[in-house]
């Protein structure tokens, strides 16, 4: 018979595991809606129109940042992962008080030919609607989260 040494990690275990099965169902309806047509979430976004160098001297990926920024808004997206399988949250590890409202933000990748893996949209839930459904602010990075800026919603 098995006896359970340290009941509270076994507690701790099974919420993560509870977490995690609640956001993969939510990421697979919301990407079986978005085939379809529909969307839980805001994803119509003001177009990122960089045309400037950054700090690094690379003018930003606008056509990848937009078309991701899309996919991450329809429950689809590329996350990024560590090295234990789990998807990469935002430390704000440069402790900077402008970036400090995006901690605990989840990473995602912005794949850009040519350009190496520096590209970021981070995904942050700021509370929830009338019904229960999350709400989400999103931003992006090509600074190595020196800055990260918002995309603001689309005005009809």
Same mark, same amino acid.
């Given at each position: 018979?098995?006896?359970?040494?340290?009941?509270?990690?076994?507690?701790?275990?099974?919420?993560?595991?509870?977490?995690?099965?609640?956001?993969?169902?939510?990421?697979?309806?919301?990407?079986?809606?978005?085939?379809?047509?529909?969307?839980?979430?805001?994803?119509?976004?003001?177009?990122?129109?960089?045309?400037?160098?950054?700090?690094?001297? =690379?003018?930003?990926?606008? $056509?990848?940042?937009? *078309? +991701?920024?899309?996919?991450? %808004?329809? !429950?689809?997206?590329?996350?990024? #992962?560590?090295?234990?399988?789990?998807?990469?949250?935002?430390?704000?590890?440069?402790?900077?008080?402008?970036?400090?409202?995006?901690?605990?933000?989840?990473?995602?990748?912005?794949?850009?030919?040519? =350009?190496?893996?520096?590209? $970021?949209?981070?995904? *942050? +839930?700021?509370?929830?609607? %009338?019904? !229960?459904?999350?709400?989400?602010? #999103?931003?992006?990075?090509?600074?190595?989260?020196?800055?990260?800026?918002?995309?603001?919603?689309?005005?009809?």
């Amino acid at each position: 018979m098995f006896t359970r040494l340290f009941p509270e990690d076994e507690e701790r275990h099974n919420a993560n595991l509870v977490q995690q099965f609640t956001e993969t169902r939510r990421q697979f309806y919301n990407s079986i809606l978005a085939a379809v047509g529909f969307s839980l979430g805001f994803t119509d976004f003001e177009p990122v129109q960089a045309t400037k160098p950054d700090r690094s001297g =690379k003018t930003p990926p606008s $056509r990848q940042i937009n *078309k +991701e920024i899309k996919e991450v %808004a329809s !429950g689809r997206g590329t996350p990024r #992962y560590d090295e234990n399988g789990n998807q990469v949250v935002f430390e704000n590890r440069y402790n900077t008080a402008k970036e400090i409202k995006w901690e605990n933000a989840l990473e995602y990748e912005v794949l850009v030919p040519d =350009k190496g893996n520096t590209y $970021r949209i981070l995904k *942050k +839930e700021v509370g929830v609607d %009338a019904n !229960g459904n999350p709400l989400y602010k #999103y931003g992006w990075t090509n600074e190595h989260y020196k800055k990260i800026y918002e995309f603001k919603p689309k005005t009809k």
